[in-house]
């Protein structure tokens, strides 16, 4: 079996797991952060927990990256900038500014590598090997240019929320405070608007069915997520902005 069907019937299975994500999250939390709760075995570090999560999309990249048969190619060298230039943040910056000190149950963090691990598979294979060559000038394609200058909105919209929310608790403080500002205005979770927007900005630059499954699934995530959030602070703080949606402004 060649590796071009694998790849299809992997990014078939994965889609489909997507959508039973997409659907259990509406009724099942993940038990972390704020939702953290008994009945999902051991537990470790949050920082720990986070930095393990998200080290295969490092990884995995980067080994796809110099093996593939692009290494000399400009776009796919960009591609593989602007992946770092997420995940990199949320390997080694990200875990280790958490001020929560809630512990992150292994089973998530499991879920967690497993999803990276086929997701980071998919992506760099087929930027770094399985599709056609992306030639210099796809770099003035208006793809990527709209691509990446989505992509860029979505990073500063995620790290300016997650700041926010960070700056929120001075060291060793651990209570949960209602944030203000930037997207807090319009949205319980600004972090996960921006992630969305990132990744369809991915999509877009790539112009590839990997990327929009990688949206796809990014929204099934978070979007259950958001309303969780959402539902969560309405019911802690009775002062909570009422005019806010839990993830896309006005709408959702």
């Not at 060649?2 to 019937?9: A, G, Q, R, T, Y």
């Not at 993940?30 to 953290?36: L, N």
């Not at 927990?49 to 290494?71: A, N, Q, S």
Request: charged share 15%; glycine share 8%; net charge positive.
């Amino acid at each position: 079996m060649s590796e071009i069907v694998i790849f299809n019937l992997i990014m078939i299975f994965f889609s489909i797991v997507g959508v039973g994500v997409f659907v259990l999250l509406f009724f099942v939390s993940a038990p972390y952060g704020q939702h953290i709760r008994k009945g999902w075995g051991p537990n470790i570090n949050n920082k720990l927990g986070w930095f393990i999560m998200e080290i295969p999309t490092v990884i995995i990249y980067l080994v796809l990256y110099f093996l593939g048969e692009r290494k000399t190619s400009i776009m796919s060298t960009i591609f593989l900038f602007i992946w770092m230039l997420h995940y990199g943040q949320r390997t080694f910056i990200f875990p280790f500014m958490i001020r929560g000190k809630q512990p992150m149950p292994l089973t998530i963090v499991s879920f967690g590598m497993v999803f990276n691990g086929i997701n980071t598979y998919l992506q760099a294979r087929w930027v770094n090997t399985i599709s056609a060559p992306y030639l210099d000038e796809w770099l003035f394609s208006p793809f990527f240019i709209i691509g990446v200058t989505i992509f860029f909105m979505g990073i500063i919209i995620n790290l300016h929320s997650d700041k926010i929310i960070r700056d929120l608790r001075k060291p060793g403080e651990t209570e949960y405070k209602i944030p203000y500002g930037g997207m807090f205005r319009w949205v319980s979770c600004p972090s996960y608007f921006g992630e969305i927007t990132e990744w369809t900005g991915w999509a877009i630059m790539t112009w590839s069915l990997p990327g929009l499954v990688f949206v796809a699934w990014t929204f099934a995530n978070l979007a259950p997520r958001a309303l969780s959030h959402h539902k969560w602070y309405l019911e802690t703080f009775p002062d909570y902005p009422k005019n806010r949606k839990a993830l896309i402004p006005l709408v959702y």
